[in-house]
C-alpha cells in the first residue's frame, strides 16, 4: 500500500509543480472506517507551487531551499485540515480540537525539509514515507526526535 500512495504522490509532482527545478507531490492518508472494513483514504493532496513562476528565484542559487515556493507538505496540510475550520492557520493555536490528520501517514516525493517537519508533527501525523533524499537530513531527525516513524521507499 505504501508504494502505490508514494507512487501517487510522484506522480502528483511531475504532473502539478510548476517549479522548473524540482517537482515535488505529496498526499496524505488516513484510516477511516466503511462499514465493517478500515480502508486507507486520501485526505490532502499537494505539490509545490511557485508563487510568482514568472520571476526569477535566486534562492534556489544561494541556499537550495526555496522561500518561494509553498511547499508540497504545507498544502497537502492546509488541504487536508482546511475543511474542519475556516481560516486555517499552521499556527499550533488555530489547529482545530479534532485533527484529520491525527494518526495518519504523509507520502512525499522528497523528503522534509525542516520548516515542512515541525509542521508535520504538530498536525499529530504518525509516518512520514519519502522516494528521495533532501539534500539536507535535518528535517528527517526532527522527524525521528519527535516520534514519527520515517521510511524511505525506492520508486520507479
Not at 16 to 44: A, H, P, W, Y
Not at 48 to 61: F, G, M, Q, T
Not at 100 to 110: R, V
Request: glycine share 8%; proline share 3%.
Amino acid at each position: 500500500m505504501d508504494k502505490k500512495f508514494l507512487e501517487q504522490a510522484v506522480a502528483l509532482g511531475k504532473e502539478k509543480s510548476n517549479c522548473e527545478k524540482i517537482q515535488v507531490g505529496c498526499l496524505i492518508t488516513n484510516i477511516k472506517k466503511e462499514g465493517m472494513v478500515f480502508r486507507d483514504q486520501v485526505i490532502g493532496l499537494g505539490w509545490n507551487y511557485i508563487l510568482y513562476p514568472e520571476r526569477y528565484c535566486p534562492s534556489c542559487d544561494l541556499s537550495g531551499h526555496c522561500f518561494l515556493a509553498e511547499h508540497a507538505e504545507i498544502m497537502a496540510i492546509k488541504n487536508a485540515i482546511s475543511p474542519l475550520k475556516e481560516g486555517f492557520g499552521l499556527a499550533t493555536e488555530f489547529l482545530p480540537a479534532e485533527l484529520k490528520t491525527e494518526g495518519g501517514t504523509l507520502y512525499c516525493s522528497l523528503a522534509p525539509c525542516i520548516q515542512c517537519a515541525v509542521h508535520i508533527v504538530r498536525v499529530r501525523i504518525k509516518t512520514v514515507v519519502f522516494a528521495r533524499n533532501y539534500k539536507e537530513s535535518d528535517g528527517i531527525r526532527y522527524l525521528i526526535n519527535n516520534g514519527i516513524n520515517v521510511i524511505h521507499l525506492e520508486v520507479k
